[in-house]
Structure formats: C-alpha cells, structure tokens
C-alpha cells in the first residue's frame, strides 16, 4: 500500500506561480512511475507530468517549459513547479503513483489551483 498526500495549491493571479508537493509513504519499492495530474471543472482528468523510477520525464504540450516535474529521493517527495500560470491552468491536481508494474494506481487527495485576476 502507498499513501499519498499533495500540498501547495492556492490562487494565483496569471503569470504567477505555485509549487505543489506530493509525500509518498509505504511501499515504495513497488513504483515505478508518479504523474501529476488535473482535473477542471467539467473536463476529464489530464496528465500533466510524469517522471519515472528510472528518470525519464514527460509532460503534456500544455505545460511544456512552464512546469517542471521533480523528486527529491530522500523525502519521497515529488514536486511540480508551475510558472507563467494560466488562467486554464486551473484545476484540482492530483498526484498518482503506479505500482507493481500498472497492478496498482494510487491517488492522493488533490489541491486546489486556482488561477484569476
């Protein structure tokens, strides 16, 4: 069982920015991908970024050079830097992690971001 919980949402105004944070605990050993992902109202759920046990780094077209996706392996954390945010930058984001090769996805709670003048 991992357990996940995300940190740093907030409001913004546009072309600010946020940091969230996602502290995994339990068995860690069995991820080997984590994602942030987000969902605004009335839209399915996207994913944003991912990073791999390995390293390998994704993100969607929409964020590309504004967020960057990190970890910090000491804390069992995973961060997501979000720049220049957009209004449709907002969402509640959720952190994922996929274990025992995609036999198990856990979700943390999500925050609130929320970016407006």
């Known amino acids: 069982q991992v357990q996940l919980v995300e940190s740093g949402g907030g409001s913004v105004q546009p072309g600010g920015s946020l940091r969230l944070s996602c502290a995994a605990s339990?068995?860690?050993?069995?991820?080997?991908?984590m994602r942030w992902t987000r969902q605004a109202p009335g839209k399915e759920r996207e994913v944003v970024a991912s990073?791999?046990?390995?390293?390998?780094?994704n993100y969607a077209d929409s964020v590309k050079g504004r967020f960057t996706i990190s970890r910090e392996n000491a804390k069992n954390t995973v961060y997501l830097e979000m720049n220049s945010l957009k209004p449709e930058d907002t969402a509640v984001y959720y952190c994922?992690?996929?274990?025992?090769?995609?036999?198990?996805?856990?979700w943390g709670q999500g925050t609130q971001v929320t970016v407006s003048s």
């Open positions: 994922y992690a996929r274990g025992g090769l995609g036999r198990y996805n856990y």
């Open positions: 990073i791999t046990s390995g390293g390998s780094i």
């Open positions: 339990g068995r860690l050993d069995t991820i080997d991908i």
